[in-house]
């Protein structure tokens, strides 16, 4: 399964070379050689309709990737900044930006409540929405995992009380088998 981050910065390519596509192209490019990251995009790309928008997702790119390699504890940091940010100015990019880094599984402390609460505020028409779409569902297969390693985690125990059950019938047949008749 590849990180959101990594689809997100293909949207944020892709979305920004409609916008102005032979100037925009050669920055993606460069971008995508620097990275060395695949481009997969799993979900329509809205149209970009100024370079002010090109540029907020531009920008969305380098915060993304510059998140990337930040330690667990600079992370938390820059999690603590836009989140000062977002309560003195609150915008889509400051909401986008702090719901995604409170759903980031590499923080200590995760709030995905939270991060779906300030997804959920984007305005639908905005640059971001196909962004956070996928955080959006990125957040819904979070839960699926979950779920499923939760019904894995019955099953095994289901699995290891019937070994136990096998072994106590198996020794029971060789006692049964070994008392004379």
């Not at 938390?76 to 980031?104: F, W």
């Not at 019937?162 to 029971?172: A, G, P, R």
Request: hydrophobic share 50%.
């Amino acid at each position: 399964m590849l990180k959101s981050s990594v689809i997100a910065i293909a949207i944020c390519l892709s979305a920004a070379c409609v916008a102005q596509p032979q100037a925009m192209e050669a920055k993606a490019a460069a971008e995508v050689v620097k990275r060395k990251v695949p481009i997969v995009i799993s979900a329509p790309v809205t149209q970009v309709s100024s370079c002010a928008e090109a540029v907020a997702l531009v920008d969305w790119l380098r915060f993304v990737g510059r998140l990337e390699t930040l330690s667990t504890l600079e992370l938390a940091g820059e999690r603590d900044r836009i989140a000062i940010e977002h309560r003195e100015q609150p915008s889509d990019g400051s909401r986008l930006a702090l719901g995604y880094l409170l759903s980031r599984p590499q923080l200590l402390i995760r709030d995905i409540d939270r991060s779906r609460m300030l997804l959920a505020e984007i305005d639908t028409s905005s640059v971001y929405a196909s962004v956070r779409d996928l955080l959006v569902r990125e957040s819904a297969m979070i839960d699926k995992v979950a779920a499923l390693e939760a019904h894995i985690t019955r099953l095994q125990l289901q699995l290891d009380a019937l070994k136990v059950i096998e072994t106590d019938l198996i020794q029971n047949q060789k006692a049964l088998e070994e008392v004379p008749q």
